[in-house]
């Protein structure tokens, strides 16, 4: 049994013997390792430590965070999707950093639409625990992210239909 904290403190050669147990390397910046490792072995529900919070990784997430993603996701297609009958009557698109991969290749499109989308959600899942602005969970913005597609997606519904009823 390792002697406490408070007992190397206070006798020096404990101090020497805990030093020789370690090795050396600090196993919390090893932030790939442990996504890895937790994703077959789940461990980590929250920080050990107050030092850590601020960059603390989960391996053990909510199922209802998993719904969230999920939705935003399938959502996120389903943008895709509507965005490309929306051009194809003769609507503009106005996210500027998409139009030159809607007008090029259509697979480039989804593939870098879901790409950017599944990298951005898998960084707030990651950060779900971490404070935005010292006040604010990450996992609320992605609540907030799924807020904005359902929203997206019943202005894209509202466009088709209206000009359906046009033609």
Known sequence: MRPSARNANANPDSAGAIA???SGEDRRKRVIWSLIYGSVQRRRRSARRTEDSATFIADWHSP???YVVVAILLLSATDAILTLQLLQIGAH???I???GLIHGDLQTFAAV???LTGLGVTYLVIRNEALLFGRLQVRYVLHFVLVC???LIGYELTLLSAVKRMM
């Open 20 to 22: 020789c147990q370690r």
């Open 64 to 66: 209802s965070l998993m």
């Open 97 to 99: 950093f998409m139009v």
């Open 93 to 95: 698109e106005a996210n």
């Open 149 to 151: 597609y359902i929203a």
């Open 113 to 115: 639409k879901m790409g």
